[in-house]
């Protein structure tokens, strides 16, 4: 069974950070390419940050030079470091894993998801 769990989120005000974790149980680690969602009430669940095992990374426009993703494989630990944050980004973010090989910014592309952890940037 997978397990994703998020935390790190938080309320902050513009131009703060966060940094957000994913641990992951029950996945194959060394084969996925694992992502970060973020969604608001009525809209899309949104890709903003992809990162395959051999750490090569992706990020949608809205979020590149502010956010950075990474994984420690010792400790099958998602992170997203999040910078420069705006009002915005407020959001649920998830965590994904299990890409099936298409799109990595589209929702249907991964199998498994967390719970999500909540970010809120005030201005």
């Known amino acids: 069974q997978v397990d994703l769990v998020e935390s790190g989120g938080g309320s902050v005000h513009s131009g703060g950070s966060l940094r957000l974790s994913c641990v992951a149980s029950?996945?194959?680690?060394?084969?996925?390419?694992m992502g970060w969602f973020r969604q608001t009430p009525g809209k899309k669940r949104e890709g903003i940050a992809a990162?395959?095992?051999?750490?090569?990374?992706f990020y949608a426009d809205s979020v590149k030079g502010r956010f950075t993703i990474s994984q420690d494989d010792d400790k099958n630990t998602l992170s997203l470091q999040m910078n420069d944050l705006k009002p915005e980004d407020t959001a649920m973010y998830y965590c994904?894993?299990?890409?099936?090989?298409?799109?990595?910014?589209?929702?249907?592309?991964?199998?498994?998801w967390g719970q999500g952890t909540q970010v809120t940037v005030s201005s």
């Open positions: 994904a894993a299990d890409f099936l090989g298409g799109r990595w910014s589209e929702e249907y592309e991964y199998t498994h």
């Open positions: 990162i395959y095992s051999a750490n090569s990374t």
């Open positions: 029950g996945l194959t680690w060394a084969s996925n390419c």
